[in-house]
């Protein structure tokens, strides 16, 4: 069976808008091979191109995907993880007045940028500790403060942390060892005075 019959093979087993890589391809063929039979099947209209190395089935709608899932399909191929920016935690928690300009990204490995359907994406390197914090309440106010790096506490900081529930800022104490030293310190203050 040719390269080419082999992704549509695994196309036509992918549901409408399920994400498929290049890399899903490489047991087809040699590697300019696979980049060739994708390529033209691009051009022919069987498969769309979400990002570079990233495709879908042409029958799926641009509109259902979103950057955040294109982000993470992204990273998930090279085995990584993303986290929502500290930028716009920051901002979402009221500590800056501008997030990001364009969708921007957390990721344990080196930063990098591309392309897709819907808009740039940006991967900027953290420790595994910093993505560790995850993507609830308490892992997005370390991050976002964690972005900021004040040299101490100010009043905003403090009406972010009071605004979390009695079980999430007791959350946010065991979550100390996530924190760099600085942080830590800065969090005690604050929950001491909320």
């Known amino acids: 069976m040719s390269c080419v019959a082999q992704i549509i093979c695994l196309v036509k087993s992918l549901a409408r808008g399920a994400l498929f890589a290049t890399r899903d391809c490489l047991n087809f063929g040699i590697r300019n091979t696979v980049d060739k039979a994708l390529s033209r099947l691009v051009k022919i209209g069987y498969i769309m191109r979400i990002a570079r190395g ?46 990001n300009a364009e969708s921007t990204f957390y990721v344990a490995g080196s930063s990098s940028s591309f392309n897709t359907i819907l ?20 892992g997005t106010l370390i991050r976002a403060l964690w972005y900021l790096r004040l040299p101490e506490p100010n009043e905003v900081m403090q009406q972010a942390v009071a605004s979390l529930t009695e079980s999430e800022q007791m959350d946010l104490v065991q979550a100390a060892p996530l924190m760099p030293g600085w942080l830590m310190t800065q969090v005690r203050l604050l929950l001491s005075a909320a």
């Not at 808009?119 to 993505?131: L, Q, V």
């Open 119 to 138: 808009e740039r994406i940006h991967f900027k390197r953290a420790s595994a500790k910093r993505i560790a914090t995850g993507e609830e309440t308490v």
């Open 54 to 99: 990233v495709f879908a089935r042409s029958d799926s709608q641009p509109t259902a995907f979103k950057v955040r899932d294109i982000a993470a399909f992204k990273a998930g191929v090279y085995s990584k993880a993303i986290a929502t920016h500290g930028a716009d935690l920051a901002y979402r928690f009221g500590l800056l007045e501008n997030a």
